[in-house]
């Protein structure tokens, strides 16, 4: 299996299974789902809506896109979340990134700061990983320019 598809795989595992837990979240009655984000003025619940849709269509995009423009989605998500995260952090809130999780398990929310910054460190990181493996008929996730016959 090569690289390509071992990061895409990764990738779109990690994005399903955090859309996932935002969906499972927009169903629950929980406080936090009824508060207001302190950064984009809006209601939680269309932020877990929002960050859940972004990370549909970004994992879309990584299944069908080039392998270098999906590393470079993939790079730019992780550094949006990590910014939302810190501007959260900064105007005194707490990220909603693992939708209701925490609100249901002690264990997930005293560790839930360290899970984030490991996701977007492992997206982020794996991402430039494929940015910088030289592209070339070694690589086995290049794509040979098309070339027209001869004849």
């Known amino acids: 299996m090569n690289s390509g598809v071992v990061f895409r795989m990764g990738i779109d595992l990690l994005l399903a299974a955090t859309a996932c837990s935002k969906l499972i979240a927009l169903h629950q009655d929980v406080p936090m789902l009824k ?42 998500l992780a550094v949006a979340f990590s910014g939302y995260r810190a501007l959260t952090a900064m105007a005194g809130g707490r990220c909603s990134c693992l939708g209701t999780w925490t609100e249901w398990s002690p264990w997930m929310r005293s560790h839930e700061t360290a899970i984030l910054n490991a996701m977007l460190l492992w997206m982020a990181g794996s991402a430039v990983l494929v940015l910088v493996r030289p592209m070339g008929a070694g690589n086995p996730s290049h794509r040979p320019p098309a070339t027209a016959g001869v004849g």
């Open 35 to 76: 508060s207001v984000d302190r950064v984009l003025n809006m209601p939680m619940k269309g932020i877990v809506l929002l960050g859940m849709a972004i990370e549909v269509m970004v994992a879309a995009y990584v299944v069908f896109a080039p392998i270098r423009r999906a590393a470079y989605a993939v790079l730019a």
